[in-house]
């Protein structure tokens, strides 16, 4: 199951684009908000190179340390994650486990899952799982965060909010990361995509192309919050479209993400 997680350097390469601090910013303030005090501890599951989670063990709170951690799947996505948080001599293990059934002796505050990843949960059995799996890892009152795409994105009959294609440089070596571009393949009966994810590489070696098919799941908004009902062990607290306080989910343009806020009942 490792397909693009099994190149991690140029996977972090590709996917280095966002805002980091600031989405952690939104993270804190509206897990904070909602358990009532400050978040003090977290985990990022399916964190490939855990850009968010080692921005949070970057940070303190009063006194105490922020315990921040992350979990994936694929060994080699792990062990590279692990080197460059050794890197940047933190403290922030990243786990290998399955998102659906990984248990932990200690708890969090927050629980948080980003990009496509929660896409990766094809059947309603394994979202299911995946609630219970982050409730179990979560303190009493905890919150879990999914940010995932907009449920428009899933009918085909506007523009996606995301692009299909970009490029990304570090060093000396660039990217250009192609998303299922318009060779996606769905399968209405199970609302699964099979699409192919491509990175073409230019480096100071010359230049190849690696190619990965993936499966993913489309999970419309009413399935959703059929399934957090039917799993029992969420509430929805709040849900926004965007790493913004000031934007709620809506079909406003300005909206791009499906983000839930759920807390643990």
Known sequence: QGKIYTQ???YDIAFDFRDVPQQVD??????GEQLGRPVRSAIEL?????YHAREMARRSIGEKKFRSAGLDLEPMMVDYTNELVKKDQLICPIHRGDMRSFKSDKKFDLVYILMASFAHLR???DIIENFDCAAN????GGIYIISTAHPRDFY???DKSTQNNW????????????????DEQFDPLTELDQVIVSFDVTSPEGSSRFEFPETLRRCSMMTF???LKLSGRFAMADMYGEFSREIKLTNDKKCWRFIPILKKI
């Open 8 to 10: 991690p350097e140029l």
């Open 26 to 31: 939104f993270l804190l303030d509206v897990a």
């Open 46 to 50: 399916a964190c490939g190179p855990a």
């Open 123 to 125: 059947t309603n059995r």
């Open 137 to 140: 890892l979560l303190n009493d």
């Open 156 to 158: 085909g009959e506007e």
């Open 167 to 182: 490029e990304m440089t570090r060093g000396d070596t660039t990217v250009v990361t192609s998303w299922g571009g318009e």
């Open 225 to 227: 919050l059929a399934l």
